[in-house]
């Protein structure tokens, strides 16, 4: 295939060059003068992250590739303005630094830290609207866009929630980086990070003896080479899926020193599996930023279409770039994954291999509630980190729904709850969520069946 000179790809490029291709899953903003003013004023507001820390985390995804470091990417469904809140940004970050903790001990390599947070408005929906009693709206698409109430003033598609949004993930990324440098991912405290309902854990006697473990070495090392600085803080990076194109394009931005346009609103954006078309508005946009990026794949996906994608945004096959997340199901993934991992590694083309066992698993109660059983999630894991191994290809991460809150969402788990235990505390407005000792276990299952297969 003849493809075009670098250049002249780049010069066919600009952040706006996505607006000739089919967009999917946009909202209808009914006042095209209201829309521009929001994108105008928000391509003003400064940046939620640097390029600097950007190019860091490619280099740091590179390493991954190479099999250095283990990526663990997690977060809500979706986040809402509502749920901005001190408790709920702290409970988030205390499980992803206990899972990494585990992972971190149990696969004797560093951990990756990328959160679902600071961004992740914006929801790919199945109906552009929802009926309820003979009544139609436009659906929820995330709070970027309008409101879950069922309203037409709340399901509305607002241009000013951009500039919410915008303001929200800033608020969360202030308060994750302040609690960061702040010591709160001291390794000397994990006590820090201890969620107050969880004392009774069925998991927690194993996590302190870990935890005990790790205290014991770290004091034997200070003892023998005087404070190690590294133990005092972690890396956290941000990652959102990039659904609603005008609201990255108007944080795509050029800066002093360095080439290129990078997308300034999260250090790691992903395609969602609904917007990976090759001739798609999001594949478009995508090819031009310089960050770091994923894109979910689903069990329909071929060979034949996966190739051209990864051609297409990564043509200088550039170490760190590209990730590919699988969301097969537990019932596909034995037949799904294997021909892409072959028709990769034939083409001898670098990605990062990452495992969502969530989204290819979720189903519906007989009471409507959207759930996941925590034995297909496990699987799906398990099979993944198998079928790599036969590949002879490398699970490089996991990409998990979760949250720090009490909720049952997903059933199963070392509490083993049941259909009957979802209306206790289900809180998602989206899809479900593993809660804390659900998220803790799937840590620990990962390093039981990497330790067995090693
Ligand atoms: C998601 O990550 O919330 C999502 C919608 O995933 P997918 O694109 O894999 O369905
Ligand atoms: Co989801």
Known sequence: MNQPAKTERQENWNPMSWQRRVALQQPHYEDGTELAHAIAELAQLPPLVTSWEVLGLKHALAEAQEG??????????????ADCTSPIISNRLKVLLQMSLVLVHGLKQPVLRVGRFAGQYAKPRSTDTETRDGVTLPS???????????????????????????AH??????????????????????????????EHSPLAAEYRRMVKGIGDSLRFMET???????????DFFTSHEALLLHYEQA????VPRHRGWFNLSTHFPWIGMRTAALDGAHVEYFRGIRNP??????????????????EALNPEDEPGRLTLIHRMGHAQIGTALPPLLEAVKREGRRVLWVADPMHGNTESTSIGYKTRRFDNIRSELDQALDIHAAAGTRLGGVHLELTGE???????????LSEADLQRAYKSTVDPRLNYEQSLELAMLIVRKSGSMA
């Open 224 to 234: 023998l080479a005087g404070p190690i600085a590294g133990f005092t803080r972690v």
């Open 406 to 416: 009490d909720v049952t969402e997903c059933m199963g788990g070392a509490r083993d």
């Open 251 to 254: 944080l795509t931005r050029q």
């Open 293 to 310: 990026i994923a894109v979910k794949i689903g069990p329909s996906v071929t060979a034949e279409q996966l190739l051209p994608l990864v």
């Open 140 to 166: 929820f698409r995330g709070d970027v866009v309008n409101g879950p109430e069922f309203t037409p003033e709340a399901r509305r598609p607002d241009p000013q929630r951009l500039i919410r949004a915008h």
């Open 169 to 198: 993930s800033a608020l969360t990324m202030n308060f994750v980086r302040a609690l960061i440098d702040g010591g709160f991912a001291d390794l000397h405290h994990p006590e820090y990070w201890d969620l107050a309902w969880v």
């Open 68 to 81: 250095k470091r283990f990526l663990l990417q997690g977060g809500d469904c979706a986040e809402s303005f």
